[in-house]
Each structure stands twice: as C-alpha cells, then as structure tokens.
C-alpha cells in the first residue's frame, strides 16, 4: 500500500516542480544556463523531483545570491541560516514545506557529476559557475 502512495505522488510532484521553476524570479544579467538535469529521489515517506541547472557568470557569486535572496523573498521564500561560508552549499532557501532552492559552487560534492559533463571550454568564457539545485518534495 505504502508503494501505491509513492507512485500516485510521483506525476503531482513532478508537476509541482514544473510550477516551482515556472514561478522563480528571471535569471540575472550576463547570466547563461549552461546545462540541466533533472534527479528524483525517495526516502522512508517521501518522493522529492529535482533540477540542477547549470550557469556560467560574469557576476561574483556573492552578487548573484543577493540577488535571488532579494527576488525570492518577494514571493515569499525565506532564506535558511546556518550554512558556513566553507560548506559547497552558498545560500538555500525555502517556500512553504516543500518547495527549496539551493545555490551551489560548481565544485561541490552534489553537483559535480552535473557540472563534470560540461567541456572546459564551455566553461572557460565565465568568471564564475554556480548551480542551482530547485527541489519540490510531497510535502
């Protein structure tokens, strides 16, 4: 039964997703998106969809997570404290209790397959990379 409740919730999260991409603010300027790829996972009582965009800068990450900060907020995203200027994670955020975003150096440890697929000269033009990790769970 608990397996008929993982794959009715599976579609609804992953269009939920959709609408939490769709509802983010527009990308900063000198701002490209490189690369996406989307992951599910699931644990004891959850299904959560994700998508990793990749992005290549001319900005200072520092810059670009004022930025989200500042437009997230507006739409009711709260930014979550307690993550050290040494952790791969830059900032997270949340909206409501299933909804988060996560801003990510390109080389952190969860997004560095994602990143790895991308050619150096891809990314050689950019002062900066950075990812965003937009996930939804069942919440």
């Known amino acids: 039964m608990l397996m008929t409740i993982f794959v009715s919730c599976a579609p609804l999260v992953r269009v939920r997703l959709d609408q939490t991409i769709e509802s983010l ?17 699931s ?8 998508v990793q965009e ?5 900005q200072p990450l520092e810059m670009l997570v004022d930025y989200y900060q500042a437009e997230l907020e507006k739409d ?7 993550y050290s200027p040494d952790s ?12 988060y975003l996560g801003i990510y150096r390109e080389d952190a440890i ?8 991308l050619s150096r000269e891809i990314l050689l033009p950019f002062e900066d990379i950075y990812v965003l990790d937009i996930t939804r769970t069942c919440g």
């Not at 009711?76 to 307690?82: A, P």
């Open 110 to 117: 969860s997004v560095r397959t994602t990143v790895s697929q």
């Open 25 to 41: 603010p527009e990308k900063p300027r000198e701002t490209v998106l490189l690369t996406s790829e989307r992951v599910s996972a």
């Open 54 to 58: 990749v992005y290549g800068t001319q």
């Open 43 to 50: 644990g004891s009582d959850c299904v959560a969809y994700s």
């Open 88 to 99: 791969d994670e830059v900032a997270a955020f949340r909206r409501n209790n299933d909804e």
């Open 76 to 82: 009711g995203w709260q930014k979550l404290h307690g």
